[in-house]
């Protein structure tokens, strides 16, 4: 039931800006540390960037100072600004979660959203 729904993938130019989207929805009580990865062909996916559910931020040391994560826990939202994206950061997106849909669920499980194409080109 649960769904981690992406927008906001596409086409940019280095110098310019983008911003990732990822909302969950369906029965959540709880959501842990949500996160975006990152995967581009013939490479292994990585984690780009990671935020707790107090806001505590850890980012790949190749997007720190240009990326940054943010979550509006209201909406159960996590975003990814990219500023001044390099040709390098191409590539597929995937929003993360650790949640619970239950206060009796004793750990948080993980959920993925769908992928979204980030092309970085002049």
């Known amino acids: 039931q649960v769904q981690l729904v992406e927008s906001g993938g596409g086409l940019v130019q280095p110098g310019g800006s983008l911003r990732l989207s990822c909302a969950a929805s369906?029965?959540?009580?709880?959501?842990?540390?949500m996160g975006w990865y990152r995967q581009a062909p013939g490479k292994q996916r990585e984690l780009v960037a990671s935020i707790t559910a107090g806001g505590s931020t850890n980012y790949a040391d190749s997007v720190k100072g240009r990326f940054t994560i943010s979550r509006d826990n209201a909406k159960n939202t996590v975003y990814l600004q990219m500023n001044t994206p390099k040709p390098d950061d191409t590539a597929v997106y995937y929003c993360?979660?650790?949640?619970?849909?239950?206060?009796?669920?004793?750990?948080?499980?993980?959920?993925w959203g769908q992928g979204s194409q980030v092309t970085v080109s002049s």
């Open positions: 993360n979660a650790y949640l619970r849909v239950s206060i009796l669920d004793r750990t948080f499980s993980e959920y």
């Open positions: 369906g029965r959540i009580y709880s959501i842990n540390t």
